[in-house]
């Protein structure tokens, strides 16, 4: 009898849930690529890093994507889709790491496994700049342009939290606990402007911008 | 004294040779970014005795016929994380040094977490004052001949000694502003100054190599032993009395979009200064304002003024020099059209009228080129100028020129 409850509880922990949240700015934007991720609570057993590796490129002098999510105890490789050099940095607490890349080089997958946020530069073209955001659980994603993201879960008890560097709100008002039982969807009204949006960095980037610094 | 006795950039040349050699069997071929590129031209060109063949036309060539407009090889070689030996060795078929390097230098550029950062540099290299010459090789990608600005900035100017810089990339700040200042001390570029004065400005791709030599006609009041007493060439790149030159810079970019720089520039040679060839020491200096906008991604305007003077000798020769230009640059799919329009002007102001200095003129350079691969290239370029120098009538000829030539060039890089 036990056992069989057991496994009654476990095939309903095991049904997937789809959690939608809808993330605007304080003047009712849509938030692009804000990283959303859950993480259990109590009643979820918390899930091993798979072993997944996750790409980082550099195309057209710069990286690729600009904010990459990941899950604590995977790993990322940074391939060079460019004909010439980059040098890829980070000084984040979370991982510091410098990397070569030279035309046509391949490097090894780099183990992440701290969480929290990783900024990365390139020494050789200082406008690039990306995220790696190292979130403690398997629930993540990216909004889309629409600022809205469907991930999802097993039934249960969760920690909802949002991050993107442009956001100036405090990122623990923003987290919610949240239980979840059957579809759901989360609204998050950010109260503090962001920050600027500097995405046009990437747009008047070209193959002759590489002497000029 | 021979030429090559003197150079301070051949002594410069064989330590950092040196430098290349020894660290070579300690690098891998995987620390290297070694590359190359080559220019094979068509021309119908002008008629006008080319500068090179001690004529007074301003451009590169004066025979129609098939050449080697460019060939150079580049290496960034990492020596350390924070150290690269940059270097980039050129082949001409023209002028008096054929094979040599146009640049040779220690890049020291190291990681820091801090919004403002330090970067250095020490070598034979140019000071960044163009946004036109942003090719490898400091070649330029929009047209062969270049403006008459960075055709003499290629042709005499060159920094053998010491930049160090601070520099502040927005993104890191959150800002769409990016800055840097930039300062340069030198030796090895008395001579400057030299070619603008008595040639005038010139049009063309031609960069002088580490240890060149660049030929000009031969006006009588500069040659006669009993007047100026000067040859008619100039090896650009000579200290002559151990002063050191400097130079001043600041960089302002919004995102990649819109780039300004303005450099401060002043060798500080002593115009007294003569060696054995009868080379002058030539006290110059300018302001130079650079300045790039990118319309859309495919449409950029760049643009460039100088404004400074040169004096050799009890004001033997003084001059005002002034030249600036305008060049509109579009790209459709992997086609470049550039226009180009150039203005120069140099005015004397010196003891001696029976030389005369001043010259001026106006050049309009048109240019499609086509990246048929990642490799190959080819493009036509239409130049025309018409420029006016007094000194030809020392030499009996029109003071106006009007000079015009065509090129088709194919282009392979690797």
């Known amino acids: 009898m036990g056992r069989m409850l057991w496994l009654i509880l476990f095939s309903v922990n095991a049904v997937a849930v789809p959690v939608t949240v809808d993330i605007k700015s304080n003047k009712n934007l849509p938030v692009f690529q804000t990283v959303v991720y859950l993480e259990p609570t109590s009643g979820t057993p918390p899930v091993p890093a798979v072993d997944k590796v996750s790409v980082l490129d550099q195309v057209d002098r710069q990286f690729v994507p600009h904010i990459l999510p990941i899950q604590k105890g995977s790993s990322v490789v940074f391939p060079n889709s460019d004909s010439i050099q980059h040098h890829v940095y980070s000084f984040s607490p979370a991982k510091q790491f410098e990397l070569k890349l030279y035309r046509d080089s391949k490097v090894e997958p780099l183990l992440f496994e701290t969480d929290g946020e990783v900024e990365l530069g390139c020494n050789v073209h200082d406008w690039m700049l990306a995220y790696i955001w190292v979130v403690d659980t398997p629930y993540f994603a990216k909004t889309s342009q629409d600022g809205v993201v469907v991930i999802d879960v097993p039934v249960g008890h969760y920690t909802l939290k949002v991050w993107h560097p442009r956001i100036q709100d405090d990122l623990e008002s923003l987290s919610q606990n949240v239980n979840i039982n059957q579809p759901s969807v989360i609204e998050i009204k950010l109260q503090k402007e962001l920050l600027q949006d500097l995405s046009f960095y990437q747009q008047r980037t070209d193959k002759l911008t590489d002497y000029n610094d | ?414």
């Open chain 2, 1 to 414: 004294m021979a030429r090559h006795d003197v150079s301070q950039c051949a002594i410069i040349t064989h330590v950092l040779l040196s430098v290349i050699i020894g660290w070579s069997v300690t690098i891998t071929a995987a620390a290297n970014e070694i590359g190359g590129m080559a220019q094979i031209y068509l021309i119908d060109s002008d008629d006008l005795q080319s500068y090179q063949n001690q004529g007074t036309g301003i451009l590169r060539h004066d025979e129609n016929g098939v050449g080697i407009q460019q060939a150079l090889l580049y290496a960034n070689i990492d020596l350390t994380s924070d150290l690269t030996l940059d270097a980039v060795a050129n082949y001409y078929p023209d002028g008096e040094q054929h094979l040599g390097f146009s640049q040779l230098a220690l890049n020291y550029k190291p990681l820091s977490p801090d919004k403002i950062k330090f970067k250095g540099r020490v070598g034979f290299f140019y000071p960044r004052l163009s946004l036109e010459n942003v090719d490898k090789g400091w070649l330029s990608p929009y047209t062969y001949t270049q403006s008459a600005i960075n055709s003499w900035v290629g042709e005499e100017m060159r920094t053998l000694g010491l930049e160090l810089s601070l520099y502040s990339p927005g993104r890191a700040r959150r800002s769409p502003w990016s800055w840097e200042v930039t300062g340069g001390l030198f030796q090895g570029n008395d001579p400057l100054g030299t070619l603008i004065s008595w040639r005038g400005f010139a049009m063309h791709d031609r960069q002088s190599l580490n240890n060149d030599r660049v030929q000009f006609a031969p006006y009588s009041t500069v040659i006669d032993p009993d007047f100026i007493w000067h040859p008619n060439y100039v090896e650009p790149f000579h200290e002559l009395d151990q002063r050191w030159g400097f130079y001043l810079g600041a960089h302002l970019n919004y995102f990649n979009q819109s780039a300004l720089r303005y450099y401060y520039y002043d060798n500080q040679a002593d115009p007294l200064s003569v060696n054995r060839q009868r080379l002058y020491g030539w006290r110059t200096k300018f302001h130079s304002l650079s300045a790039q906008h990118k319309f859309t991604s495919q449409t950029r305007l760049i643009s460039q003024w100088m404004s400074g003077s040169t004096v050799m000798g009890l004001s033997y020769v003084f001059v005002d020099f002034d030249a600036w230009y305008l060049m509109l640059s579009h790209t459709i799919a992997e086609h470049r059209i550039s226009l180009r329009y150039d203005r120069f002007i140099v005015s004397e102001d010196d003891i001696f009228p029976t030389d005369p200095n001043s010259s001026d003129g106006y050049g309009l350079t048109l240019a499609w080129r086509y990246d048929i691969t990642d490799k190959w290239q080819i493009g036509v370029e239409q130049h025309m100028n018409k420029n006016t120098a007094q000194n030809r009538v020392l030499l009996n000829l029109p003071i106006d020129a009007n000079q015009h030539q065509t090129l088709l060039v194919t282009q392979f890089r690797w």
